[in-house]
């Protein structure tokens, strides 16, 4: 990454990894390697093949242990994994995650047989385990494990299944993404990638928007027979291992691994698919904005606003605090501590990884948050969001590891709520109409893209994978069509699609985590419902939103929604969620208003 010239204030903001281990060459974490090995290999003399003999305290007893193998290698591996990512140029860095990466995977291979053992026991005694309450501790993270009992295989076959695997639909989704890397794009008559071009969609000026999308869609035509084979075989062997294992629908083994019942996903599904209108609305608004008379499809991303003046990194620190401790002045609290106690890495700088994140749930220390802050308004939000997840991992933490750590469609529940808060007082703060559109339409886009576009792809996955069931081999001509149609649900006449219909096969996700997608707005629309809940009862939710947060990964999403008095399998909780976009949306064609171009 290049070096950006610019000062914030985030320059000198360096995170302490002395609380993990002093150095790489600190005695004790080699010790704690070497520790969990040799711990991962008695585990397995003592209970290989005697899981189902085991007592309820033995039992307790057991996962403890098991949890503290993998606490031991996880933190090792975080503090590797951290160090890398502020100097991704150091080679020594890079090695040592290899070889943490390397021990931790044959120390997972040791101790497989645990969870398929717990999986595949019979029924009626696991029940009895399950009722005896030394574990309850471990109640949860059992019966999440037992739930994949129905579809377990014999041994022998889950192994041929494990074996086959390899050259199955990973080597197909490998030779897709070999495909796409290698596929040219002739812009300005030079040749150069899918991604230089798309990123070209994010110019202001539209000429060059639409010669980057005509370039993009002359690229992708002479493979697409290949990537529709690539596709269709996917398909089809996700067909047969679904069919074998007796999974009643192509989404239903996503569902079962993101702990969301068929239910919730499908109430969530027609609540978003409801309300395209509010994506149009705003697409018209920016077609408005943009002097257009309609938007295409690649002037979505194209910028609105010229950009606005930056935040200091202190200033970003008292917005983000101020916003958290107005909820509740202990979140505050634990929120400031990250810049107290050196838990962020702020500034921008080479060789660093780029993007934010955070390290949520550290065995036995804390979260860490890793920033590469520029200043833009965008950035602050972005603070907002990884402190949310950080508030998160220091109130979960104590549950330990297995109970502490969260599947996709609730991990980003205190992210986004903390992201909400901010944007709130900032909005709120803001008088001018044209820097409240700014942060307007940014906060929309962003909207748009984690729930209306997800959903619009799940609906083009569903359709490809329920007729290849029924059908047989798909064309790549009807691959498009399948695509278009599911695009224009939601475009309606506020988008033009022309140039769009070999589009899909360029999104990895299809073929790399077929149904996937969904949870971004599963993720996105529960915390934002709950958000939608603080709104109307103030106060009152303060303690039921800590509760669940503390709760961490140990219930599904319906039980911790459930907490805060909401039930996800009703359409109209999904739908609250969407009714704050269409406030912010209303809001925006307000301030359009106010500056003569409503
Ligand atoms: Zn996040």
Redesign the pocket.
């Known amino acids: 990454m290049a070096t950006i010239e610019q000062v914030t204030g985030a320059e000198e903001v360096e995170w302490d990894l002395s609380d993990l281990y002093e150095s790489p060459d600190d005695p004790k974490l080699e010790e704690e390697v070497a520790g969990a090995e040799r711990d991962a290999a008695a585990f397995r003399v003592r209970y290989h093949g005697k899981v189902a003999e085991l007592s309820a305290t033995d039992l307790a007893d057991a996962i403890t242990v098991r949890e503290e193998i993998e606490s031991a290698v996880d933190r090792a591996l975080t503090y590797a994994h951290l160090r890398f990512a502020t100097n991704m140029a150091d080679p020594p860095r890079g090695a040592l995650v290899a070889k943490l990466q390397e021990r931790g995977a044959a120390i997972e291979t040791t101790l497989l047989f645990f969870a398929l053992e717990l999986a595949s026991f019979d029924d009626e005694p696991a029940d009895a385990l399950l009722a005896d309450p030394a574990l309850e501790h471990w109640h949860h993270w059992l019966t999440s494990l037992r739930k994949y009992r129905p579809y377990l295989l014999s041994e022998q076959e889950e192994r041929i299944m494990t074996e086959k695997g390899v050259s199955g639909s990973s080597s197909w989704s490998r030779l897709y993404s070999e495909l796409l890397s290698a596929m040219r794009v002739t812009l300005d008559g030079e040749e150069t990638s899918v991604d230089t071009a798309l990123a070209r969609l994010y110019s202001a000026d539209r000429e060059v928007r639409s010669a980057a999308a005509e370039a993009v869609t002359a690229g992708l035509e002479p493979g697409v027979r290949t990537r529709a084979f690539v596709f269709n075989t996917i398909l089809l062997d996700k067909s047969i291992d679904d069919r074998l294992r007796g999974y009643p629908s192509w989404i239903s083994s996503r569902n079962l691994g993101n702990e969301a019942t068929d239910e919730a996903v499908q109430a969530l599904i027609e609540a978003v698919v409801s309300r395209y209108e509010v994506a149009r609305r705003y697409y018209r608004l920016k077609a408005r904005l943009l002097g257009v008379d309609r938007l295409e499809f690649y002037d979505r991303f194209a910028p609105v606003a010229e950009s606005s003046s930056k935040t200091s990194w202190d200033d970003a620190r008292r917005v983000v605090v101020d916003a958290y401790a107005d909820f509740s002045p202990h979140v505050g609290e634990i929120v400031d501590g990250f810049f107290d106690r050196n838990w962020i890495d702020g500034p921008i700088r080479p060789d660093k990884a780029g993007g934010a994140f955070?390290a949520t749930t550290v065995p036995g220390v804390h979260p860490y948050v890793l920033m590469n802050y520029t200043g833009e308004r965008r950035a602050v939000l972005t603070l907002a969001?990884?402190l949310g997840?950080g508030l998160h991992g220091v109130l979960a933490q104590p549950l330990g590891l297995f109970n502490a750590s969260c599947p996709l469609t609730t991990?980003?529940t205190a992210?986004?709520f903390g992201e909400a808060l901010t944007f709130k007082r900032l909005l709120a703060a803001e008088d001018d109409p044209r820097r409240r559109l700014d942060l307007l339409t940014g906060r929309i886009e962003d909207a748009i893209a984690t729930t209306f576009r997800q959903i619009s792809m799940n609906r083009f996955e569903d359709a490809a994978h329920t007729e290849r069931r029924s059908a047989g081999e798909l064309a790549p001509e009807r691959i498009g069509e399948i695509w278009l149609e599911t695009q224009t649900a939601l475009f309606g006449d506020a988008v033009g699609v022309d140039g769009y219909r070999t589009w899909w096969s360029y999104i990895p996700h299809f073929m790399s985590a077929p149904g996937y997608v969904y949870a971004y707005t599963y993720g996105y629309l529960f915390s934002l419902a709950i958000y939608r809940r603080y709104e109307q009862e103030g106060d009152a939710l303060v303690d039921p939103y800590l509760e669940l947060l503390r709760l961490g990964g140990s219930r599904t999403p319906e039980e911790l929604a459930q907490v805060v008095g909401l039930d996800l399998t009703d359409p109209a909780i999904w739908s609250s969620g969407i009714d704050a976009l269409a406030e912010d949306v209303d809001a925006a064609e307000q301030a359009a208003a106010d500056i003569g171009l409503g």
Do not use: F, G
């Open positions: 955070c969001h990884e997840h991990a980003e992210s986004v």
